[in-house]
């Protein structure tokens, strides 16, 4: 397998422009992960799904920002509109999730997405 | 979410032995210590994972303390490649069932290896 691939590698965008970043996870996975990177805050955990479901997006900043995951091979973050503060490096991972007992697989990151609004 | 803390760097020299220490007081009895490391321009990459034993594998090895409330990242022989930010990791289950669970990444300790 490829591992988890991410699109565009960078993107550079004028304020207020759409901006959609893509993942395709680990086949077979079936939870998906979209973390946000920068120097003042780290790596945050935007959002993340669960056999395509959106379980927790506390994360996601602002309305703004959207995820879709409309099938298992695919997901998408969607900024509308971008502003310069959302530049940053997005990751996505993916990782499989045993519905039974307490075993955790490890995750696996794609190489982000490198973003910049200006 | 339970927390950990980490030194914020450490240093080491090339093929000695590096321990990075991670505390987690407030881990719940069924937590996973997960550690991935991030190399400079890269994502994270998962390193090891346990719950109450000593874990060992090609990469590293993870010795948890009997409590629980800390645990020892143990790289053998550090080499320059090796330098990454390592980050401690508790495994949360997430609110809405067993069968969910999110990484919460800290700020980690920057580990640098000199040659």
């Known amino acids: 397998d490829a591992g988890v691939i991410q699109s565009p590698r960078h993107e550079v965008t004028e304020m207020g422009q759409e901006v959609t970043l893509r993942c395709k996870p680990i086949s077979g996975h079936n939870s998906l992960f979209w973390y946000r990177q920068t120097m003042m805050r780290g790596l945050e955990l935007l959002i993340y799904f669960n056999n395509n479901v959106p379980i927790d997006d506390s994360g996601m900043p602002e309305d703004r920002f959207s995820a879709k995951m409309p099938n298992a091979s695919f997901s998408t973050l969607k900024i509308q509109p971008s502003e310069p503060r959302d530049s940053a490096v997005y990751f996505c991972a993916s990782s499989f999730r045993r519905l039974i007992g307490l075993l955790n697989t490890e995750a696996f990151f794609g190489q982000g997405t490198r973003l910049t609004v200006v | 979410d339970a927390k950990t803390t980490q030194p914020n760097s450490m240093e080491s020299n090339e093929e000695e032995p590096v321990h990075l220490p991670c505390n987690h007081s407030?881990?719940?009895?069924?937590?996973?210590i997960h550690w991935y490391r991030q190399l400079p321009s890269q994502g994270p990459e998962y390193v090891i994972h346990?719950?109450?034993s000593n874990v060992n594998n090609r990469m590293a090895s993870l010795a948890i303390a009997e409590d629980r409330k800390s645990s020892t990242l143990i790289l053998h022989r550090a080499t320059l490649r090796d330098a990454a930010v390592y980050y401690c990791i508790l495994n949360t289950r997430g609110n809405s069932g067993g069968s969910n669970y999110k990484l919460t990444f800290g700020k980690g300790t920057l580990l640098t290896v000199n040659p």
């Open positions: 407030t881990i719940s009895g069924t937590d996973y």
């Open positions: 346990g719950l109450t």
